[in-house]
């Protein structure tokens, strides 16, 4: 549809990655003005293989499917009544002010849950997958604490209160999970606190919220004690035979993690091109973390560039362009935890350890300095670093005891 100045569209479509556990994708409106395009919940869900892709309605001839249908045609012709009436009132056309009309909120204030749509809208361009999926988990608990708790589907922004925050932490505090079995701990409802926090910060920004309920808010975290391997557990894991080639290859992946401090992600995602000669001539790692985009260059030690050369004729790497054959994270824990095993490591292994080894066993305890250890982490303050600060104590002391040794021999 178009006019001498306005290019206009309507299509449905579903949001796979907001599928539920029953298996039903939300169904979205996406109205296009002048190429731009705009999100509108339709407040209904099928499941996806009910779903025609190129017709943007569902397919079959049950009841439900023909009344689902026929909504979705008044939906959509709502829509196109909104758009043609801002067209005869001369009003600026937008898709954000033809989604505003359409779902009545232009006059109404706004609410929790239709700020955490827009925070959603606006950061899923700019934060990981990964992190997005957080969001999602945070906003399922809010909708879950509001129906059960307030009895309610949604809160005007305004009558947010200090209240509210602490009603919410105790909620989850009890929360009871259905697809889980160990219930919430500590720093886990601190973050759904800490995302709810950040998304309370931009309505405040926006203007809409006067007041900032967590101005009296204190979040806790508990301190937690990053496991790594000591030095004989790593020498253990780096001499054994592995008769297995998936095990031998996910023991390999981990020992190059303990010697460069890469996260799983930063390893799937190496290429040959991030290998690159540094300052000193030597081979150096050349990225960028994957959680904060910080840059990060890290000198190769021996050890890492054998692990290197052993997979550099390896066709799944080759034909992945990477330096190591890649599989997913999910497979990788499953493994490591037979890899210690096999090796008599009583830790449970998860690849995030190799980082932790990496950070205590390998640098900071031989005496490299905890800002450079920062800065080939990727942290984007020392403090995150400081969490490894007992490894130094630890150094200190050792240090300490061989000088006394050799103060002694000489008295």
């Known amino acids: 549809m178009k006019t001498a100045t306005t290019t206009f569209g309507v299509l449905f479509y579903l949001k796979t990655q907001k599928t539920s556990m029953q298996g039903k994708a939300p169904i979205c409106a996406r109205v296009t003005v002048n190429g731009k395009r705009t999100e509108i919940s339709v407040k209904r869900s099928v499941n996806a293989n009910e ?5 943007g309605m569902a397919k079959g001839s049950r009841k439900e499917t023909v009344e689902l249908n ?8 709502k829509i196109i009544n909104t758009y043609q009436q801002m067209l005869l009132n001369d009003s600026a056309i937008d898709g954000p002010a033809i989604r ?15 700020l955490i749509e827009y925070h959603n809208e606006q950061q899923e361009i700019k934060l990981a997958p990964g992190t997005m999926k957080n969001y999602y988990t945070t906003q399922r608990y809010i909708e879950k604490f509001l129906r059960e708790k307030y009895y309610r589907n949604d809160l005007i922004l305004s009558q947010l209160t200090y209240k509210f925050i602490l009603d919410f932490e105790r909620y989850l505090f009890n929360y009871v999970p259905k697809d889980h079995q160990k219930p919430l701990n500590n720093n886990g409802i601190m973050k759904h606190i800490e995302r709810l926090r ?3 910060n931009m309505a405040v920004k926006l203007d809409w919220l006067s007041k900032d309920p967590f101005a009296s808010f204190k979040k806790h975290f508990d301190k937690v004690e990053r496991e790594s391997l000591n030095s004989n557990e790593l020498i253990s894991l780096a001499k054994k035979e592995f008769t297995i080639e998936r095990l031998r290859h996910v023991r390999d992946m981990f020992l190059y993690s303990c010697y460069t401090g890469l996260s799983y992600i930063e390893l799937a ?3 040959t091109d991030k290998i690159v000669t540094g ?7 050349s990225t960028s973390r994957a959680k904060t985009d910080t840059g990060v260059r890290v000198p190769l030690l021996p050890q890492a560039i054998e692990l290197m050369e052993k997979y550099r004729d390896d066709p799944r790497a080759l034909n992945n362009g990477t330096v190591f054959p890649v599989i997913s994270n999910q497979r990788m824990n499953g493994y490591l935890k037979e890899v210690a095993d096999i090796c008599g490591i ?4 998860t690849f995030h350890i190799a980082r932790h080894t990496f950070a205590t066993t390998v640098t900071l305890s031989n005496g490299v300095p905890i800002e450079s250890v920062s800065k080939m982490l990727g942290h984007t303050s020392i403090r995150t670093t400081q969490i490894y600060a007992k490894v130094v104590e630890c150094k200190l002391s050792e240090d300490m005891h061989n000088l006394k040794q050799r103060m002694s021999a000489r008295g």
């Open 51 to 55: 779903w025609d892709e190129r017709k």
């Open 346 to 349: 009583t830790k449970t292994l």
């Open 269 to 271: 995602e190496l290429t």
């Open 279 to 285: 300052i000193d001539g030597g081979l150096w790692i």
């Open 100 to 114: 505003d009309k359409v779902v009545g909120t232009d006059h109404l204030a706004p609410t929790l849950l239709s």
């Open 70 to 77: 026929m909504f979705l045609n008044q939906f959509k012709a």
């Open 198 to 200: 950040k998304m309370i």
